[in-house]
């Protein structure tokens, strides 16, 4: 098995690292470096989704231990897609889990051993993260043994009160999570709340509107569109896959922005829609 992923790290992270803070009912998001994972309590026990960065598989039993029990494991890990600060930790996490994996069809070649990511691109505008972009891991991992296709009808194994959104770009099987009672969610990188391609940003985790990062994106029609559709199910609370999560009016407010100014907010200057 290549272990590129596993093996990797990366040597950057934020203020906010390691300091949770409960998101509504049931939402316990994990700052790890820069990168968010999620905790959500379910009548049973709880779900995780995403896997962290590399090397942070300690962190996170820690945190489950914390929140829900030395004894108790999640009944499955949901991803919003593979790349390699959403799933650093996940081989190593099922060798302590053996709980199923979910995602969408389309990222499960990236999940199974069948294909690689294309590098990111470090020659989209801005910042140093872009640039430290090529030494970002992008390899596919191999988690066939426990990895299951996310059911077709919207639905999430255990989870009733959720449901799966495709909102590709970022990635061809990106998929957010929505719940209805409440209007949660949790939208991985299909926008975040922080520019993620500047290191000042990112390290002080400065708020702000953006959509997915540029150096990884690989169809930016299709990411305004899963931007759209996001924005239509008007959510109270938003969880990203980069950023502090954001709530009530503002997130409204700037989701609308963002879809109206989305060439300007968004795009890489070399890219049109």
Not at 98 to 121: K, Q, R, T
């Given at each position: ?45 709880f779900v995780l989704v995403d896997a962290g960065m590399p090397q ?46 979910y995602a969408h069809d389309m990222e499960i070649p990236y999940l ?110 299709l990411a305004f569109q899963s931007v759209k559709v996001l924005q ?42």
């Amino acid at each position: 098995m290549d272990k590129e992923v596993e093996d990797s790290y990366i040597p950057v992270t934020s203020v906010t690292s390691k300091i949770g803070r409960d998101v509504g009912k049931g939402l316990y998001c994990l700052p790890i470096q820069i990168v968010n994972i999620v905790f959500v309590t379910t009548k049973t026990g709880f779900v995780l989704v995403d896997a962290g960065m590399p090397q942070s598989a300690d962190v996170i039993v820690e945190a489950a231990k914390k929140h829900y029990g030395k004894h108790v494991k999640p009944e499955a890990i949901l991803l919003t897609h593979g790349h390699f600060d959403h799933v650093g930790a996940l081989e190593e996490l099922l060798e302590i889990w053996d709980v199923p994996v979910y995602a969408h069809d389309m990222e499960i070649p990236y999940l199974n051993g069948e294909a690689d990511y294309p590098p990111p691109d470090p020659s989209v505008d801005g910042g140093l993260v872009t640039e430290m972009s090529v030494f970002f891991p992008h390899k596919g991992i191999n988690i066939s043994s426990h990895l299951q296709p996310l059911p077709a009808d919207g639905s999430i194994p255990g989870m009733p009160e959720w449901k799966w959104v495709y909102t590709p770009g970022h990635t061809p099987g990106h998929v957010s999570f929505f719940r209805e009672t409440d209007r949660a969610l949790i939208a991985g990188d299909a926008f975040v709340t922080v520019k993620q391609e500047s290191l000042y940003k990112v390290i002080t985790q400065k708020q702000e509107i953006s959509g997915p990062p540029k150096y990884f994106t690989v169809d930016w029609d299709l990411a305004f569109q899963s931007v759209k559709v996001l924005q239509q199910l008007n959510p109270q609370t938003a969880i990203t896959g980069h950023g502090i999560p954001m709530c009530g009016n503002e997130l409204q407010q700037e989701l609308l922005r963002l879809v109206r100014d989305f060439d300007e907010i968004a795009l890489p200057e070399k890219n049109t829609k």
